[in-house]
């Protein structure tokens, strides 16, 4: 029997799954990773620690499963969308000047703040591609400021790539590269013929594709771009025939192994990975763009499919934020204020209506595009706190799942007709949140069938690069996901706090309105 690992590297951990031939998910394993923080916006990992987590992880989850490494047949990776740095001899090149181990900049790392307003401020073409705004946490922005800041750095590097890509090379050795970091973090654009050296020139990156190691050309999701080498294969505990398929971001997992295994109607959900942050993403068949959302990103999470993504920075951080402000419960805080809210709305619709909270404590990505943007708590009174602390988390609650209704609204704008959504992550176990997505929003929500919807795309992607794919995939669409309606009995209230809740923003426009003033 035969069997495919999907393995994802998040900010504080790799894990593996392993899957049968059925989609089953039979065993998992996990390994922290470190991180380093030597200035206050500045956030570090090291390749060879996230590596050695890897091993761990996918020797626990193979023995877990009761699976011998000879069984399994391919892999592939969903990684955060941090940047590797190895210098001419691909070996780590590390920017930390304390130690010699942090040479990967994290996704969450600000230090280019300054580089990501100046991209924005050229007006160039490749901005259409990012919802008119590049922002901070992508890689054109770190490189600038390497290559300005650390001089030393930029003149021994020798290759420079997103973190899933990093370890299809530490795999295979192939330079290839996955067409969805590519696209969704370099500029690249394969409706526009790959790069554009014009941009690339403008913001002082003329030698990247040299100094990166980078392709003229990306590789599809799934594509098989080699098989491990003798050092990868020891060190993972499989063989040298294990196939590794192309990787991908990890919210495009995410994103994969829920909407993305559907046959019909896929641009018609959304795909909500959500936990400390949200991400959203909506798959089209035709070019949409739309203001404040990342994409149209081609192939980003399926082939000759376009990607846009939304995105709310902190969410699941928001909470815990309101949780550490707050005399909160002790014993499951999260659980007891979350039913106490869904209690009070039971009996009262406009139970809480009082108190609106603005949750964009760490800025808006999506639809604001507004780093700066900060939250707010409104229409505190000196009720006795006990009472008020459970409408107080309701109401951020609810502000996040109007966060996520504004994104869905911004899309439906510019014909993109979403109607369900596929929750994964954390907010998946909340009670309150899968009920309040579903009636802030109207959509019909499903939670998946898999406990591990990142590993299973991770997965997919894998068994793409096998003779498996059509039974592997057809199984996974096939399991049976859990619907929640739309409260109909919330609808008046529900569009009555979204009304309050919306006039504290800038009002939003049409993408094509936008594009008309600007011109």
Request: aromatic share 6%; with cysteine; proline share 5%.
């Amino acid at each position: 029997m035969s069997y495919v690992l999907g393995i994802d590297v998040g900010s504080g951990s790799a894990r593996c799954g392993v899957f049968d031939a059925q989609a089953a998910l039979i065993g998992v394993g996990k390994h922290p990773i470190a991180q380093h923080r030597p200035n206050a916006d500045h956030v570090e990992q090291s390749s060879e620690d996230i590596w050695s987590a890897i091993c761990v992880a996918v020797s626990e989850a193979l023995a877990a499963a009761r699976v011998d490494g000879e069984e399994v047949t391919a892999l592939s990776y969903s990684a955060t969308c941090s940047l590797v740095l190895l210098d001419r001899e691909h070996q780590p090149l590390p920017l930390s000047t304390t130690e010699a181990l942090w040479n990967v900049i994290m996704w969450m790392d600000h230090r280019a703040t300054a580089e990501a307003e100046e991209v924005n401020a050229t007006g160039a073409s490749v901005l259409r591609n990012l919802g008119g705004a590049m922002s901070v946490e992508m890689q054109i922005p770190k490189l600038m400021w390497v290559k300005r800041h650390r001089p030393d750095v930029w003149a021994k590097l020798g290759y420079a790539g997103d973190l899933a890509d990093f370890l299809s090379f530490k795999s295979t050795g192939t330079f290839e590269r996955s067409a969805c970091t590519l696209s969704c973090k370099w500029t690249y654009d394969p409706d526009a013929g790959g790069w554009s050296k014009d941009f690339l020139q403008s913001v002082g990156l003329s030698d990247l594709l040299d100094r990166a190691a980078l392709p003229l050309h990306a590789k599809a999701i799934g594509t098989k771009v080699g098989t491990l080498t003798d050092a990868a294969a020891y060190d993972l505990g499989l063989t040298t025939s294990c196939a590794v398929g192309m990787g991908l971001i990890d919210a495009h997992a995410g994103a994969l192994g829920t909407s993305g295994l559907h046959q019909t109607r896929i641009d018609r959900r959304l795909a909500l990975i959500a936990g400390t942050s949200n991400c959203h993403i909506a798959l089209t068949k035709q070019r949409r763009e739309v203001s404040g959302v990342w994409g149209p990103y081609k192939g980003a999470v399926l082939e000759d499919w376009y990607a846009l993504e939304g995105g709310q920075s902190a969410t699941g951080a928001a909470l815990a934020q309101i949780l550490g402000m707050f005399r909160a419960p002790t014993k499951k805080p999260h659980e007891t204020l979350g039913q106490a809210f869904l209690d009070g709305l039971r009996a009262d619709p406009d139970y809480g209506s009082e108190i609106c909270v603005l949750p964009d404590f760490l800025g808006n990505r999506s639809p604001f595009a507004d780093p700066a943007m900060r939250g707010a708590i409104l229409g505190l009174s000196l009720q006795e706190p006990a009472k008020m602390l459970p409408k107080l988390y309701g109401a951020t609650a609810l502000g996040i799942a109007f966060g996520t209704r504004q994104i869905i609204d911004a899309m439906r704008r510019e014909g993109v007709p979403i109607e369900t959504i596929d929750l994964s992550g954390g907010h998946a176990k909340s009670e309150l949140l899968v009920q309040l997505y579903a009636d802030a929003t109207g959509c019909d929500l499903h939670l998946p069938a898999s406990e591990e919807p990142v590993l299973l795309g991770a997965a997919c992607a894998a068994v793409m690069s096998t003779s498996g794919r059509m039974e592997f995939q057809r199984a996974a669409a096939q399991a049976p996901t859990h619907r929640i309606r739309p409260n109909p009995d919330q609808f008046p209230n529900m569009e009555a706090r979204y009304e309050r809740f919306s006039k504290h923003y800038p009002k939003i426009e049409s993408h094509s309105a936008t594009i008309a003033k600007a011109l």
